[in-house]
């Protein structure tokens, strides 16, 4: 019997979302995306994201890159691409949108909703929300 742990089912569901020819691909994605999107929350909602992810990626979310101010979904973007070598805006965008939808299938509604709050409007679809809140 194989026993996945949160990790591993987290980079899966990652990986399988992104297409991603390898689990290292998914790993950096996550962490780059999930240290972004740490900037932008604050509080109880970081808090308990975080305690919903993996202890790795909780550390990543709770010591996040530095942001001076909220970025809109589409500098987020190309904040992305800029940290991840070789990336595009459009890649960025799937490695965006693979992260932040398994976090939102983790996070579940309410918390997904409470994310999205904190965050600039247009955030919903890179979430897989198709609706704002």
């Known amino acids: 019997m194989i026993v996945r742990t949160q990790w591993d089912a987290f980079l899966a569901a990652v990986e399988e979302r992104g297409e991603y ?74 490695d965006v949108s693979a992260v932040l939808s398994v976090v939102a299938d983790l996070a579940g509604e309410d918390l997904t909703n409470q994310i999205l709050l904190q965050l600039p409007r247009g955030y919903d679809l890179l979430f897989g929300r198709p609706e704002p809140i």
């Open 21 to 94: 020819g390898s689990r290292q691909e998914a790993e950096r994605s996550s962490r780059v995306v999930l240290a972004l999107l740490g900037a932008h929350l604050v509080g109880d909602v970081r808090a308990e994201l975080a305690a919903r992810l993996p202890e790795t990626f909780a550390l990543v979310l709770l010591n996040p890159l530095q942001a001076h101010e909220p970025l809109s979904p589409e500098r987020f973007i190309r904040a992305t691409a800029a940290w991840i070598e070789g990336a595009t805006e459009k890649t960025a965008t799937w």
